[in-house]
């Protein structure tokens, strides 16, 4: 089963989304587990403390990294086979490779960051691997670790219906997906594409790959080069 261990300064912020519809239902159902590590009580002292000011000077807090590395070490075992994780703007840009990947295995553990971001010398120390999910900055790593999480959550065999497989999907190709329609057949002036009221199954395969190339070449082109 794929088992998810989040260490993180705020546990409450867990399932949170990740409780509703699929993800939701599939943990419910037992096709994945998750759970929190919070991060605080690894910290120093009375207080508590898990951050100090960056040495060499300037703004923020850092995580410390014997702070992380203990909650880290009481939350996962040493011979534990899962990727460990890290969320950061500075790390790879997440693909639907990557999930892919992190989905067919034994789950993740994620260190979700806060402040300035944590010290170097744990993720050199526990060998994490950083992970952004895009190049804008947010507050937290908690956020991003759900989109890990729901991304590798509904592709894991049995979440989602044999109708929904996702195989055509955005990605899954290297094209982005081709217009959608549903009923009704005619809503404010606007009709259906006739070839999908054909009932010609190999046009309307034609026209959603043609659809999905010219999509592609618009707005993503970098993808039709990879
Ligand atoms: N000073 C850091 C940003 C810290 S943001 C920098 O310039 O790189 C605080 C935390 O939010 C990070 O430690 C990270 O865990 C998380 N975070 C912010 N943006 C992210 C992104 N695009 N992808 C993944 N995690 C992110």
């Known amino acids: 089963m ?9 546990p409450e912020m867990f ?9 939701g239902d599939a943990l419910a159902r037992g096709l994945w587990s998750l759970e929190t590590e919070n991060i605080r009580d690894h910290g120093i002292g009375r207080h508590k403390n ?4 960056p040495a060499g ?8 990294c014997d702070v992380l590395a203990a909650a880290l070490d009481a939350a996962v075992p040493a011979d534990d086979p899962r990727p460990k994780l890290l ?6 840009p997440l693909t639907q490779g990557r999930v892919r990947e992190l989905a067919a295995g034994p789950g993740v553990v994620i260190v979700c960051g806060r402040f300035e971001g944590v010290d170097e010398r744990v993720i050199e120390g526990r060998g994490l691997e950083e992970i952004s ?4 900055v947010l507050s937290g790593g908690e956020m991003a670790a759900m989109v890990v999480l729901d991304a590798c ?21 290297n094209l982005l997906e081709y217009p959608q329609y549903t009923r009704p057949r005619e809503w404010e002036g606007r009709g259906l594409p006739d070839v999908l009221l054909s009932g010609n199954h190999a046009l309307i395969e034609k026209w959603r790959r043609e659809e999905a190339e010219r999509i592609t070449r618009e707005r993503r082109p970098d993808l039709l080069i990879r």
């Not at 399932?15 to 993800?23: A, D, E, K, Q, T």
């Not at 898990?50 to 000011?53: Q, Y």
């Open 2 to 10: 794929f088992s998810a261990t989040i260490l993180t300064l705020y």
């Open 15 to 23: 399932p949170g989304p990740l409780g509703i519809s699929l993800s």
């Open 50 to 53: 898990v951050d100090d000011t």
């Open 57 to 64: 000077g300037g703004v923020g807090m850092v995580l410390r």
């Open 87 to 92: 969320m950061t703007p500075r790390g790879k």
């Open 133 to 136: 999910i895009g190049d804008y």
């Open 153 to 173: 959550v509904r592709i894991i065999p049995g979440v989602m219906g044999k109708e929904a497989s996702g195989h055509d999907e955005s990605f899954e190709t």
